[in-house]
């Protein structure tokens, strides 16, 4: 990032000559400005003074229009930051004319000489005006090129197209009154104003905006100069820092690098997303740093053979050895048609030019698509064989077993963690055979790891990516919550005959909409809200989206009658899964995984933009399961919803006081603390694979987290796992997770981890320390136990009675 471009390199020297002899530029190839009298046409460019960034006529993607624009110079590519004509394209360039007009503006003059694009500045006189592209990408129009006090009349900070550079403001500028926003382009041809705009809230304090066609579709609060919730990226160890600016002249937002070798640039692209891209040198591409809204890969957005990756500058990409089905959709960030090979299978036909039949190519970190055929084998190389002897197997996966995938396979997303899918291509098609592209697509992401230390804390968020999608938002944002009729639902939900479960706020059915997606109704009971609130709640629920999250799809509220509908979590409840002694058991990693999960999803709630969420019934009950064994957290905003009531309900109801942190059941006012605390205790249960208090074998009641935190401060962690895993556990993470549990049950709510911190934590980020005994437990200790008394100053035993609920 230091490549230091020398503007007078002989080499270039040499081009300038050739290219440019007849220009009316006559600095050494570099000028850095454009004054009064002087014009830039044809392939005439100016470089700011260090060689960052260029300045001339470019033509975007595949379109044969000429735009005005600003490129990093030092990065191969052409990557545009700033775009002057974006509505009014010129189609010659040989004779139009940037210059400065007679009047002191910056004007584009087409073939004709007509203006078709101005500065609009304003300046005392032409022939002391000067246009300066800076070394930060500024493109700065100053009065006075004598005199020392250079007057800033223009720049195009002040008026960005899609991007926001480092020390780039957005918001208002309160002497012009003039408002700095960002808008996608139209598509990646055309830089005209797409429907996505970005830039702080004129009505909101320290509030970002992303707009979809003047409806607010995402919002996030600056918090003490930083972005809240936290983005990766704002934390202390970010090269990147965000403030607010908020003086006599300016009310806004911006962010600046502290090593300026970092290059970046904050990018609204076409599909709606708003993302923070850097360079990275040493493989000569860019990566993104966070991506808002998050987004998750699903509904086979990228079609067949597609593959939905969050470092893909355009989400979709197809498999290696496929081709867009529509190159023209794909262009226009629809993808949904998916890829098509770019040579067809051969199917073991060896009579072929080169002898070779098809190939397996190896794609590693992949989510593997949904419903594989399983087939008994007993090796990778009979799975492969397996998959060529059958010409409609287009991939396969092994992985202890052999999975192998006929048709078109969809859903292909690139993962952090996710296994290796071996896909069917023609040998042909492979690298280095005789016909093919050189080109290999690293589709590791290991380089993640290389580049910067930080990204390991990202991995995170860029695993919890919200739903989003182009034609989606549209939709979205039209109707994000659908509202039914109750007779809708009677026929949605066969007039209720499919009980799912019942809890403390009603029942919940199963149902499937007109488009055959299957949904949970939830009858909401004892509901003493207004109509006009329990509205307004519902909207704020259906705003709360994250993929660890249950979404809410719509409502129905007619009278006394109160419904919510929701995505439907073909997995089931938490509960079901880990108590009961059927089937299949849990293992750990899996466990791990849906462990994080919740944290993520409760993480999100506490720390969500708009306003924090305390969910106040965490437990197993409350986590589904989707059909990936993904955790969403359930029956979120309850509280809210249900009003002063709230507390009643749930102390009366069976299973749930176990999880109540002790500041509730006291009556104190309640925080996201209280998630925290429940929170713990459900992680003592997916350790034990038990409910917390449960007979153990020889009759005894036992409260399972005060044997446990006896066991952590022991050292004995592994007596505490679930003995049907057999021991089969990564004891690091039993640990950390043993130790975690004890944190968040903390009396002292201020001792207990935030949400935050626990994902931390869970990624392997933070480290964790020795919890304290919670003294809430030594509270609980009486001495009739037999397991926990050989430390004599801990002694417990079963919850005080109010809990005979413990026992089912
Ligand atoms: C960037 O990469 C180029 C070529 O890969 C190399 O010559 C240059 O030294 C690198 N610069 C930095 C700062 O690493
Ligand atoms: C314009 O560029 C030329 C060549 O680099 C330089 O000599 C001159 O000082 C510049 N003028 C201004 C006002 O920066
Ligand atoms: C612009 O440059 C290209 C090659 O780089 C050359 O073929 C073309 O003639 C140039 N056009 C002008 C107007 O100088
Ligand atoms: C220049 O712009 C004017 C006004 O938009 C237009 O009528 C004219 O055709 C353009 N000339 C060329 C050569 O494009
Ligand atoms: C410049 O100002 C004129 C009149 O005030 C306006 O019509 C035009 O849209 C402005 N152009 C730009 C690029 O802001
Ligand atoms: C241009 O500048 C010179 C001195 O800097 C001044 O004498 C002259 O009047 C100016 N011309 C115009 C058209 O402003
Ligand atoms: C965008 O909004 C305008 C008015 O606000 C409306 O007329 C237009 O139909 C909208 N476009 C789309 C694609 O919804
Ligand atoms: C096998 O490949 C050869 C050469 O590419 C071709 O001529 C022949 O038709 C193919 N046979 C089948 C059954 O596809
Ligand atoms: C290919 O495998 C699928 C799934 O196992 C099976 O249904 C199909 O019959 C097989 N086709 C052939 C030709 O063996």
């Known amino acids: 990032m230091d490549t230091e471009i020398k503007p007078c390199s002989s080499l270039s020297i040499l081009l300038l000559f050739f290219l440019f002899s007849s220009l009316n530029i006559q600095h050494c190839g570099a000028a850095d400005n454009l004054s009064f009298g002087e014009a830039l046409s044809g392939n005439q460019t100016i470089v700011s003074k260090e060689g960052n960034f260029e300045l001339g006529f470019f033509t975007p993607g595949n379109s044969r229009n000429y735009y005005i624009g600003i490129w990093y110079k030092t990065i191969p590519g052409q990557t545009v930051i700033w775009v002057a004509n974006r509505e009014t394209p010129i189609s010659d360039t040989s004779s139009a004319e940037l210059k400065i007009s007679e009047d002191g503006k910056l004007v584009l003059l087409n073939s004709s000489k007509i203006p078709v694009w101005s500065s609009n500045s304003t300046a005392s006189t032409s022939n ?22 250079h007057r800033l009349i223009w720049q195009s900070f002040d008026h960005p197209t899609d991007t926001v550079m480092p020390g780039g403001c957005l918001g208002l500028n309160k002497i012009t009154g003039e408002r700095q926003s960002i808008t996608s382009w139209e598509n990646s041809d055309n830089p005209a104003p797409g429907p996505f705009t970005g830039s702080t809230d004129p009505d909101g304090s320290n509030q970002f905006v992303l707009l979809w066609n003047g409806s607010e579709i995402w919002r996030c609060e600056l918090w003490n100069g930083q972005f809240y919730p936290p983005i990766p990226g704002t934390q202390s160890s970010s090269p990147i820092k965000f403030t607010f600016v908020n003086n006599k002249q300016r009310n806004c ?36 740093y966070y991506t808002v809204p998050y987004f998750q890969c699903d509904d086979s957005q990228c079609g067949a053979f597609g593959i939905c990756d969050q470092q893909s500058p355009n989400i979709c990409r197809c498999s290696y050895g496929f081709e867009p089905a529509s190159a023209k959709e794909w262009e226009l960030n629809v993808w949904r ?27 590693t970190h992949m989510r593997l698509p949904a419903n594989p055929w399983y087939l008994t084998v007993r090796s990778a190389e009979d799975c492969e064989q397996a998959c060529l002897n059958n010409c409609s197997c287009n991939a396969y996966a092994y992985g202890g077993g052999c999975s192998i995938w006929t048709g078109d396979l969809q859903n292909l997303e690139q993962v952090y963690d996710g296994g290796t899918l071996y896909i069917r291509l023609s040998a042909s098609d492979f690298p280095g055979s005789s016909s093919s592209h050189k080109l290999v697509i690293s589709l590791t992401l290991s380089v993640i790891g290389g580049i910067l230390g930080i990204l390991c804390a990202l991995v995170g968020l ?59 109704v939830k009858k909401l009971e004892g509901l003493r809200q207004g109509e006009k609130q329990f509205r307004t709640e519902v909207r704020t629920l259906a705003g709360i989206q994250h993929v660890n999250v249950v979404r809410l799809r719509g409502f129905c509220s007619r009278g006394s009658k109160k419904l919510l509908v929701y995505e439907y ?4 409840s938490l509960d079901s899964h880990l108590f009961r002694n059927n089937s299949t058991v849990l293992g750990w990693k899996m466990r791990y995984q849906i ?3 919740i944290a993520r999803g409760l993480a999100y709630l506490h720390e969500k933009c708009r306003e924090c969420i305390i969910h106040c019934d965490v437990k197993p009950d409350n986590v589904l399961l989707d059909r990936d064994f993904c955790a969403k957290v359930a029956d979120f905003g309850m509280a809210k919803l249900i009003g002063r009531d709230f507390s009643t309900v ?35 249960e997916l350790i034990s694979g038990k409910r917390n208090a449960t007979q153990s074998e020889d009759g005894s009641k036992i409260f399972f987290p005060c044997l446990a935190a006896t066991k952590v401060i022991e050292g004995d962690i592994f007596s505490l796992l679930d003995h049907r895993l057999n021991g089969v556990a990564d004891i690091e993470e039993v640990t950390r997770v043993c130790r975690l549990a004890c944190w968040c049950i903390q009396e002292s709510e201020g001792h207990r981890p935030t949400m935050g911190l626990v994902v931390q934590i869970l990624e392997g980020v933070l480290e964790v320390s020795m919890p304290p005994l919670p003294r809430a437990l030594q509270v609980l200790a009486q001495d009739q136990s037999q397991r926990c008394d050989h430390l004599s100053s801990i002694k417990c035993k079963d919850p005080p009675d109010q809990s005979l609920d413990f026992y089912q």
């Open 462 to 520: 860029i695993l919890a990516f919200q739903r989003r999608k182009q034609i989606w938002m549209a939709k979205q944002v039209e109707s994000s919550l659908i509202q039914f009729t109750y007779g809708d639902l009677q026929h949605v939900t066969k007039n209720f005959s499919e009980r799912l479960g019942s809890g403390g706020f009603g029942s919940v059915f199963k149902g499937t909409l007109i488009d055959s997606t299957e949904v949970a």
């Open 337 to 363: 048609s998916g890829c098509v090979r770019k040579t067809s299978l051969r199917c073991g036909n060896k009579s072929s030019a080169d002898g070779e039949g098809d190939k397996f190519f190896e794609m």
């Open 128 to 149: 002391s005006t000067v246009a300066v592209l800076l070394d930060t990408g500024n493109l700065v129009i100053r009065n006075g090129v004598t005199s020392n006090r």
């Open 595 to 597: 462990i994080l999960g």
């Open 650 to 684: 749930l102390t009366t109801m069976r299973g749930t006081i176990g999880y109540l942190a002790p500041e509730w059941i006291s009556g104190l006012p309640i925080t996201s603390k209280v998630d925290v605390y429940s929170f713990g205790m459900m992680l003592f």
């Open 253 to 288: 937002a911006m962010y600046t690098v502290l090593d300026s070798s970092f290059i970046t640039r904050s990018v609204i692209h076409s599909s709606g997303l708003l993302r923070q891209w850097f360079w990275v040198n040493s493989t000569q591409e860019w990566r993104t």
């Open 569 to 572: 979590m073909s997995g089931g």
